[in-house]
C-alpha cells in the first residue's frame, strides 16, 4: 500500500478556509516523525530522541481529549533519490534513514499502544521534510485531513525540531492555522540548529508553549 503513496504539491497553494465561530475553534496535535530512525540507535539519531518520544506518547495519551484529531507524520523513503547519500553533507543530503519497510521507519513503540486519526507518510520518491508534502493510504494531503476535521489550530510536537518540526509548524502558519510548537515534546539536532529553529518560527509568527506535561 505505502508503495502507491505519491508526493504532494505544494501545501501553500491550497485555499483553507479556517474561519470559526467563537468557542468552536477545532485543534489538532501532530506527531512529527516520531520513528526510531531519529533516535538514538537509529540511523539518523538526535540526543535525547527517544526520551522525547516517550514524553510525546505519554502527552497524547493524557491529553487525547484536549483534541479533535491527532495525525501522525513519518519519513517514508522508498527511493529518495539525491536525499540518501554515502558521503552526505547532512544539509542536503543524508545516510539512508526512515526506509519503507524496515522497523526504524514505523512508529516509536512508546505509541504502539495509541491509534490515531490520520497517519501521514512523506518523502516516497523525493525529500520532504514537512508533513505537509505527504499523503496518507487514501493520497489525502495534511492540509486535505486537518480541512476536512475543521481543524483551525494545530500543536506539532515530535522530531526534530530544527528540521521535520520547523518545516511543518511553518507550513501550517502559511495555510492559516494558528500554530503552536510545544517546545519541551521535540528535540533539535544541535543546540545550535534548535536556537536558530525558533528563532524562525518566532519570526513567522508560530507560538513556542510549554505541554505542561509534569
Known sequence: MAADLV??????????DVTQQAGERRRALILVDVQPTFCEG?????????AVSERVARYAAERRADYAMVVTTQDWHIDPGEHFSETPDFVDT????????????ELHPALADQTFDASVKKGMYA?????????????????QILREGDIAEVDVVGLVESHCV????????????????????????S????????EQLTAAGVELAESGLS
Open 127 to 143: 525529500a520532504a521534510y514537512s508533513g505537509f508534502e505527504g499523503v496518507d493510504a487514501d493520497g489525502r494531503t495534511l492540509a
Open 166 to 189: 520547523k518545516e511543518t509548524a511553518l507550513d501550517a502558519n502559511k495555510l492559516g492555522l494558528a500554530t503552536r510548537v510545544l517546545t519541551d515534546l521535540t528535540v533539535p539536532v
Open 191 to 198: 543546540p545550535e540548529l534548535g536556537a536558530k529553529a525558533r
Open 94 to 105: 543524508w545516510p539512508p534513514h526512515g526506509v519503507a519497510g524496515t522497523a526504524e521507519a
Open 7 to 16: 508526493a504532494a504539491g505544494d501545501p501553500t497553494e491550497e485555499e483553507y
Open 42 to 50: 537509529g540511523a539518523l539519531p538526535s540526543p535525547g530522541a527517544n
